[in-house]
Nanobody, 121 residues
């Protein structure tokens, strides 16, 4: 089994910054892509940013230039640096990891429990 634990969510005023962290643990052979998703009240979960094991990144248009995703492969940890936060960034942020539990296993997408980010105007 693989567990993902997020941290760093908080309540901040508009224009503020936060740094989210997510660490994967358990029976892990390797991790391919890792990413951050968010879900606002009454809305579907959406991709915020993703990063491959090689460091290639992908961002939602709404966060480009404000958010930065990075990872530490040795620590199985992914980070999301969020700057110039806006009220519309409010939501529960979930970590996702495509992990293999053995060399010949099929990658499976694991989810964290989520961390709340609230941006006040």
């Amino acid at each position: 089994q693989v567990q993902l634990v997020e941290s760093g969510g908080d309540s901040v005023p508009a224009g503020g910054s936060l740094r989210l962290s997510c660490t994967a643990s358990g029976s892990i052979y390797s991790i391919h892509a890792m990413g951050w998703y968010r879900q606002a009240p009454g809305k579907q979960r959406e991709l915020v940013a993703a990063i491959t094991s090689g460091g290639s990144t992908n961002y939602a248009d709404s966060v480009k230039g404000r958010f930065t995703i990075s990872r530490d492969n040795a620590k199985n940890t992914v980070y999301l640096e969020m700057n110039s936060l806006k009220p519309e960034d409010t939501g529960v942020y979930y970590c996702n990891a495509d992990a293999l539990q053995s060399e010949y296993a099929v990658p499976y997408g694991y989810w964290g429990q989520g961390t709340q980010v609230t941006v006040s105007s």
